[in-house]
């Protein structure tokens, strides 16, 4: 019986991960956490409109809120703006530091305990924001480290099915996949209607153009797509 659980965040990328995941498993079982983000309220939604699309075996939803009191980021601290309009080469402050760490270690606590061989991130190195904790190299390790730091016959493998993709690549295989992209979030400032301006709401509406596609949510500025 071949299990995985998904990390599923209510964004794009969690979403086409999903169904990759759902396809070379058995049972898969979704993962989310509430870490007192911006959009906290509606990457929940998300997340639930994914759980109904794809009745997953189980599901679990985990309060992280240490993190803003942490903070260190703009996602949790109000006192920080998000950047807009702008797509730099270097750290965005809305880098939540170790975020998927703290996640992938809460998943390989609950992979013991259903004998899940699989956690699956839909992390992207390539064309993203430049978070350090989505690199492939990050996941490499931090798997050596879970297998370390589990019971013998504990076996957990970390699956990152597009972390070497494009965004535009991504779109492709969702499309392929025939995902619902319309039940995904990416935007980080806005509960209601995505703002268009901070950067992941940029490389998403980027992808979608690079990708001949429009993008289903809406959002409060005009977009050109351009086809």
Known sequence: MKRGIVLTSGGMDSLITTAIAQKENDEIYLLHANYGQRTEEKELKAFN??????????????NIDYLARIGGNSLTDHNLDVPRNELSDSVPNTYVPFRNGNLISIAASWAEVLEAQSLYIGAVEADSS????CRKVFYEQLENAINLGTKEDTQISIKTPIIDKMKHEIIQ???QLNVPFELSWSCYVDNQTACGECDSCLLRIRAFKQAGIKDPIPYAIPINWGF
């Open 49 to 62: 409109a994914i759980c109904d699309y794809f009745k997953p075996n189980g599901h679990l939803i985990v």
């Open 130 to 133: 430049g978070y350090p904790d």
């Open 173 to 175: 295989i969702g499309r």
